[in-house]
């Protein structure tokens, strides 16, 4: 009987977790975070030219989707590091979504890898800020 209980506690403290979550602030950051990709590598591969986006591409989306991971984290005040990631992720779905899941060249793989790294670590940062602040309870 306490094995039963204690899975069911486990199982409510998830759920309760995943409603925790700002998920109205992540789809905002997200999509934000990706419109600054294409703000920044749009003008960016016009100048330098389409091959620039090798390079542009992978940069740019980690440090679009850094602030915007940071914002929604310390708008969120808990669970820093999931937000930023999640901020990561939406970023990355948009932008799979815009190309109907069409194969990408590695480059932009990458891309979307350091757009989820780039959300975690303003979470992270967020969450480093956070501690020299009161706890603040919502």
């Known amino acids: ?13 998830k759920q309760r977790t995943m409603k925790n979550m700002r ?16 703000l920044i590598v749009i003008p960016w591969s016009v100048l330098a030219g389409r091959e620039s986006l090798v390079y542009s591409a992978p940069l740019a989306s980690f440090v679009a989707t850094f602030p915007f991971g940071l914002w929604v984290a310390l708008k ?30 590695i480059a932009y793989v990458v891309a979307h890898v350091l757009k989820v790294l780039g959300g975690i670590t303003g979470g992270y940062v967020a969450a480093t800020v956070q501690r020299g602040r009161p706890i603040q309870h919502t």
């Not at 939406?90 to 190309?99: E, K, L, M, N």
């Open 1 to 13: 009987m306490v094995r039963c209980t204690a899975l069911f506690d486990k199982r409510l403290a």
């Open 23 to 38: 998920w109205g602030w992540i789809l905002v950051g997200g999509f934000l975070a990706e419109v600054l990709v294409f």
């Open 76 to 105: 969120a005040g808990r669970r820093f590091v999931l937000h930023g990631l999640f901020v990561g992720v939406v970023a990355s779905a948009i932008y799979v979504g815009i190309t109907l899941g069409r194969p990408e060249p």
